[in-house]
């Protein structure tokens, strides 16, 4: 069985003065992603809102997750910038579900 790729999204604000403008956008879309089973997990670091977020994904290809992510309000409005990081899943919690 192949190893799963899963996607680790550091999203990194850059903009602030029109974070609140694109929040509820933003918000929405992470939202249709998870519920379409494409984020696992998704949510703002603790230090502060300017942090940025987090966003552990999986889809069929990085090609996908490309075209995801330029979709993100935030990206489009100029308010934040993603890094990403891909790795397959070998040990943990359920890895065996993730394939």
Do not use: K
């Not at 940025?52 to 999986?58: D, E, K, P, T």
């Not at 890094?83 to 040990?91: A, R």
């Amino acid at each position: 069985m192949a190893q799963p790729v899963l996607h680790v999204v550091r999203l990194m604000n850059t903009d602030m003065t029109h974070y609140d403008e694109h929040f509820a956008a933003h918000i929405a879309w992470a939202t249709e992603h998870a519920n379409a089973g494409e984020f696992l997990f998704a949510g703002s670091l603790f230090e502060n809102r300017q942090a940025g977020g987090m966003i552990v994904a999986r889809t069929e290809s990085r090609a996908a997750l490309d075209r995801i992510l330029r979709d993100d309000p935030f990206l489009v409005h100029g308010v934040a910038v993603h890094e990403v990081m891909s790795f397959n899943v070998s040990l943990g919690c359920n890895a065996h579900t993730l394939g």
